[in-house]
């Protein structure tokens, strides 16, 4: 009997045995017997023959024999690359078990699928060129559609604008610089803003929350851009009336904030132990897990309505969190990267960071989250 609706020449999901019969005691692990069905013999074989898996977790140095040659990487890379890789006979099953959890399972070889229908970690920029690689996309450049940041629209094209008419902005890139002093750029447009918008108060606001929520340029390794920090400014504009929890939540999505309290690229401690090439105990970066407490929300003291200290029965002030908070709290901030460039944002120069996206907010990374021993987590497209 066809239990899948799907059909797939290579595989067939039978119910065995049938017309009342029972299994026998080692029916259930058995494989390699045959049995006939529609004319046609098939073989009983491993549930995973045939599935196809994401094995990206496997070609980095999680992989204990990829030291001298990535001998998961050599299957699809080398001079006759193949999608099979064959799993060795001296090792046990309880090996691949162990570790299929790290392994997105994309579907049966042969049956056809969709980007939608793929598991959302290989919802990647890479992936959706590949799937949107059609007549039409390529005739439009080959682009695909991401996730962008909060109200973003489209550049307005006009060669003539600007102080030297190379368009709206001075600009600093790799092929080419306007001028000099570019961060004198973004003051001007504040003060533009600060002098000329209609909205003043809400103008007032994102200014106070902006010295309270502080970034600092001289942090940031390309600091010269203005698209980046005028990012950033814009999440206390846009929230400069409503809830603080939601401009806590940007703030800690911002790859600038990464960068300047060293969070980014962050992972758990037992990512660091168990799953790259060089273990050691590192414990997950602390720096923002005490600033978002210290400097953002509670603050160092407990209050009394009126903003005097609270005070225990020795008379001293009462903290409002201890070293073992940081440290716990510490393990939220793990697993945030910044996402791939995109062309159509401020062009990096050419330094070590040039590849970084400084505008959309943190991708999460689940794997550096996460011991192995626990369920992989499903990591979001769009926060």
């Not at 901030?333 to 590849?355: A, F, I, Q």
Request: glycine share 8%.
């Amino acid at each position: 009997m066809l239990l899948t609706k799907k059909k797939n020449g290579l595989l067939r999901d039978i119910v065995f045995p049938s017309r009342g019969s029972k299994c026998g005691g080692s029916d259930g692990t058995s494989f390699g017997f045959k049995v006939e069905s529609d004319g046609k013999c098939w073989e009983n074989v491993h549930p995973d023959n045939y599935q196809v898996f994401d094995f990206t977790y496997w070609t980095t140095k999680a992989h204990p024999g990829n030291f001298k040659v990535n001998r998961i990487k050599e299957f699809a890379e080398g001079e006759k690359p193949t999608w099979e890789l064959t799993f060795p006979d001296w090792h046990s099953m309880d090996r691949w078990h162990a570790k299929k959890e790290n392994f997105p399972n994309v579907g049966r070889f042969g049956d056809k699928t969709t980007l939608k229908a793929l598991p959302q970690e290989l919802f990647r920029g890479d992936i959706a060129q590949a799937f949107g690689s059609t007549t039409q996309t390529v005739a439009a450049g080959g682009s695909v559609l991401v996730c962008g940041s909060p109200f973003e629209v489209a550049t307005e094209i006009d060669e003539d604008s600007g102080p030297l008419g190379k368009g709206g902005f001075n600009m600093h890139t790799r092929h080419n610089r306007t001028s000099f002093g570019l961060e004198a750029q973004r003051t001007s447009i504040w003060i533009d803003i600060a002098l000329k918008a209609k909205d003043q108060l809400r103008q007032r606001i994102a200014f106070a929350l902006s010295q309270i929520l502080v970034l600092s340029p001289d942090s940031i390794s390309d600091r010269d851009f203005s698209e980046p920090f005028l990012v950033f400014y814009d999440i206390f504009v846009r929230h400069a009336f409503g809830n603080y929890f939601d401009i806590l939540k940007e703030v800690t999505y911002s790859p600038l904030m990464a960068e300047m309290l060293t969070y980014n690229n962050g992972a758990s401690m037992d990512y660091s132990w168990a799953r790259t090439w060089h273990p050691e105990i590192r414990s997950p970066d602390e720096n923002y897990a005490r600033e978002i407490m210290q400097l953002f929300s509670i603050g160092l003291h407990k209050l009394n309505i009126d903003g005097t200290l609270q005070l225990d029965s020795k008379g001293k002030a009462i903290l409002t969190y201890t070293n073992n908070d940081i440290a716990e709290y510490a393990k939220i901030y793990t697993g945030l990267s910044r996402h791939k460039l995109r062309s159509n944002v401020e062009d990096p120069r050419d330094t070590v960071g040039w590849k970084n996206n400084q505008i959309d907010p943190l991708k999460i990374n689940p794997d550096k989250k996460r011991p192995p021993s626990e369920t992989w987590s499903r990591s979001p497209v769009c926060w």
